[in-house]
């Protein structure tokens, strides 16, 4: 077996050739099976699993591998670590209304395009603050993890998703998304063995660079000159999107540029995405980043302060020291432990916490800093942002972001769909 995922298991490709795909979708119309049509955020999560992103998951969660992962942090057979619910939630009167029952197999459509099958083999209701509490911690809906929990219809299906009309990813992302098994082709065309990840949801500063080349040395500090065996993998999470946060074309485009303007080399740096919405769950969704990475054949994850945090709800290190308490052996990715890095002007350059010994002289890269250097527009320091970097932060802003390179109203209502599901024909 090649192409071993989370579990270790072989990565999980649930995708009809299209003349099955028609086939079977004109035998479906014919018994009038069920149909149901999801939105965006059941939409992604379909395209997650058939590629194998969220392997070894082959569909959404049935009742007991809910209840496993919010009590043991592993599917319901005990051992492989999830800690995240997958679900697929539908309302009592949509429940009603489409006559579905379990074992019935469901045709979804998405935008009114048919898009996946689901084997629906468990209908169950969740007790959601006891999920929201067991999962992010808290029961308070200013959480977002929370809130979305709380806004679940009231019934939940689970059973195997079979996707046969696959989706179109829209630019710029077409380039930038990989599935698991492209993912590992790539890394191996690269001559890559080993793979650190950095997860990101922001354009980066010098403070990012410094991050994963710190990561970088930590891992491969042995690596020879001439044939480089490894690199960074950039993947950014591209999904649901929140006021404030920066838009996914400024993201993508601006991490890509480090490598096209030589701060790495092109041959050691690689930007890709993938489609998920963050849960905010902290500690708990550094552990679902390292399954995921784990599935993108990543060796190495890197882990910074306040990993997938939100507000206050969890300590800074929350997130680093979860990985202590998982069973040895049962994550296939090493965890890259980063603490702070900062400017400091005593030492003149971009240093680490754990190396600077003037700490009551640092600057920070506070997010409210580097925002106001963004707002402001007038070029920073090149030791705060590479200018080639920050020119694209100002294009992207003007092209995709309806003049800011921050989400706002307009973009939420305006912007380019990541992807599209077309016409099956
Ligand atoms: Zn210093």
């Not at 043991?72 to 009603?96: C, H, Q, R, Y």
């Not at 074309?249 to 096209?260: M, R, T, V, Y």
Request: proline content about 5%; some cysteine.
């Amino acid at each position: 077996m090649e192409n071993i995922g989370h579990g270790g298991k072989e990565i999980v490709e649930r995708i009809m050739p299209k003349d099955a795909a028609l086939k079977r979708l004109a035998e479906m119309k014919a018994a009038k099976a069920k149909v149901l049509d999801v939105r965006l955020q059941l939409a992604t999560e379909v395209i997650d699993i058939a590629y194998g992103f969220f392997s070894p998951l082959e569909g959404f969660m049935t009742k007991a591998d809910v209840e496993s992962v919010c009590n043991n942090m592993t599917l319901a057979d005990g051992k492989t670590v999830w800690s995240i619910p997958i679900v697929f939630d539908i309302s009592d009167d949509e429940l009603k209304k489409s006559g579905i029952k379990q074992y019935d197999e469901v045709l979804l459509t998405y935008t009114g395009n048919p898009f996946a099958i689901f084997d629906v083999t468990d209908i169950f209701t969740l007790d959601k603050k006891e999920v929201a509490m067991k999962v992010y911690g808290t029961t308070e809906d200013k959480h977002p993890g929370v809130k979305r929990t709380y806004e679940y219809q009231d019934k939940f299906l689970g059973g195997k998703i079979t996707l046969i009309n696959p989706p179109k990813i829209k630019e710029p992302f077409t380039r930038f998304w990989l599935t698991p098994k492209q993912m590992r082709e790539r890394f191996k065309e690269k001559g890559w063995e080993m793979i650190i990840n950095h997860q990101t949801r922001n354009v980066p500063h010098t403070g990012h660079e410094w991050l994963m080349k710190g990561a970088y040395l930590g891992a491969y500090g042995s690596m020879m000159v001439d044939k480089p065996r490894g690199g960074v993998l950039v993947n950014a999470i591209i999904g649901e999107k929140r006021a404030g946060d920066y838009i996914d074309e400024a993201i993508i485009l601006c991490q890509e540029a480090q490598g096209k303007h030589g701060y790495f080399r092109e041959d050691i740096f690689l930007t890709t995405c993938s489609l998920w919405d963050m849960r905010y769950a902290g500690p708990r969704e550094a552990v679902f980043h390292a399954c995921l990475r784990t599935n993108l054949g990543c060796t190495h994850h890197m882990f910074g302060r306040d990993h997938a945090g939100v507000g206050s709800y969890y300590d800074p290190y929350d997130a680093h020291r979860i990985f202590n308490k998982l069973p040895k052996g049962s994550l296939n990715i090493t965890p890259i432990f980063n603490l702070d890095w900062w400017f400091c002007p005593v030492c003149d350059e971009v240093t680490y916490m754990g190396l600077c010994g003037h700490k009551d002289k640092k600057a920070s890269f506070s997010g409210t800093l580097i925002r106001s250097i963004i707002q402001d527009g007038v070029k920073p320091p090149r030791r705060i942002f590479r200018p080639e970097v920050f020119d694209l932060i100002m294009e992207c802003a003007e092209k995709y972001g309806f003049g800011s390179p921050f989400v706002n109203e307009q973009y939420l209502k305006n912007r380019q769909p990541v992807f599209t599901i077309e016409p099956l024909k």
